[in-house]
C-alpha cells in the first residue's frame, strides 16, 4: 500500500483512534497508547511503540501512516518570537504559525485554513486569497512540531498555551479544527486545559452556537468596531452576521460559566475605528457582557491602506473603556520583524477564489496605477 493510500492517523483524535483500533479488531485502550507515543513522547515510528505487540506495529506500518508538514523554513524575531513555514501538499504551498514566549507562557498561534475567504478590509492573510481548509492532521502537527522543537532543545514545558489566530477562520472549518482542539486538550495528548486554548472568529454566528455544543475553549471574537455600518466595512462578514446577532452567540456561550469571559479583539486604525466617540459606544455595547478587551495596535503589511492608530489614541480609547468597568489590555506586537504579528501571516500558496488577483487591480487603482 502506498502511502498516500495509508490513513494519517495524525487526522483522528481519540474516538477516531478508538474506532480505527476496533476495525483492525483491537482493543480501544490502544489509542491511548497511540496518543502518548506520537503527542506526548513524539515518536512517530510504529517500529519503537514497544507496548504494542510485533504484529500490531506490522499492521499499522501496513495501513496506517503518520504524515506531517514539511519544515519550509524558521525564522526568529529579535524580541524571540519564531515562525515556522510549514508546506503542505508536497509543493510550495505553506502555512504559518508563530510561537511567542513570554516569562509565564509560551503560546503557539496556529493557522486552520490555507488563506482566508472573509476578506477583512486590514488582514495581510485575506489579501492573498483561499486556497483550502487545512485537515485535523495539518493543525495538530504545527503544535507537535513546535512543542517538541521545544522539548528537544531542553525547555522542560513545551507549549502551554494555544491561540487559533494564525491564517484563517476557524469557525468555517469546524470539523477539522474541532478535531484538533479535543487532542490539544486530551490528556492523552497535550493536556492543555480549556482555558488556554482559544478560538479566535471573526463571528461566524451559526458555528458559535454549533461551538457551545461540542467544546467549551475559549472564545475571541474580532469585533473591530461598535456598530454594524462601520463593521461591515472592515468585516464583511459582518454583513450576513451582525452585531446583535454575534453578541447574542457570545452570551450565549458563557451563560452559565461563572468564570468564563470572552475576549473582544479590536483592531487600532487610525482615523477609523479609534475615537472616543467609538471607545463610548463600543463600552455601552459590551458593558453587560463578561468579556476582556484586546485592542490590536494594527500590524502594518506591504501595500496595507491603514496605519495604526498613534500611542495617545490608544491610550485613551484604553483608559475610556476601562474606566467604564471593562478590563482592557493593548496587545503588544510581537514578531514584526518577522512579519509573525496579528494580521501579517500569508504563508504562501496559490489564490483558488481569483480574490487576489481582483485586490491587486484594486491596490493599483488606489496607488493610481493606470491597469490596462
Ligand atoms: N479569522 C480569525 C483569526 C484571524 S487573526 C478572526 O478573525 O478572529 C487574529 C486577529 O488578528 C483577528 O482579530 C484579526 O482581525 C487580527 N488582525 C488581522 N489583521 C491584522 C493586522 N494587520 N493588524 C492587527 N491585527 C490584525
Known sequence: MSDTQKINLLNLNRAGLESFFSEIGEKPFRAKQLMQWVHQRGMIDFAHMTDMSKALRETLSLNACIEFPRIGAMQKSADGTRKWLLNVDGTENAIECVLIPEKSRTTLCISSQLGCTL????????????????????????????????????????????????????????DAVMGAVDMMCDDYAYALSKRRVTISTAGVVPAIKKMNQVTDVSLAVSLHAPNDALREQLVPINRKYPISELLDACRAYIDGYKSRKITFEYVMLKGINDSLAHAQELAKLIGGIPCKLNLIPFNPYPHAIYRCSDKTTIDRFREYVSSKGIITVTRRARGEDIGAACGQLVGQFKDRSRRSQKIKIELEQIRGVSHA
Open 119 to 174: 476578506n477583512c478590509s486590514f488582514c495581510a492573510t485575506g489579501k492573498q486569497g483561499f486556497n483550502r481548509n487545512l485537515s485535523t492532521a495539518e493543525i495538530i502537527a504545527q503544535l507537535h512540531l513546535v512543542h517538541h522543537s521545544l522539548l528537544n532543545e531542553g525547555q522542560e514545558q513545551g507549549i502551554t498555551n494555544v491561540v487559533m489566530m494564525g491564517m484563517g477562520e476557524p469557525l468555517l472549518n469546524f
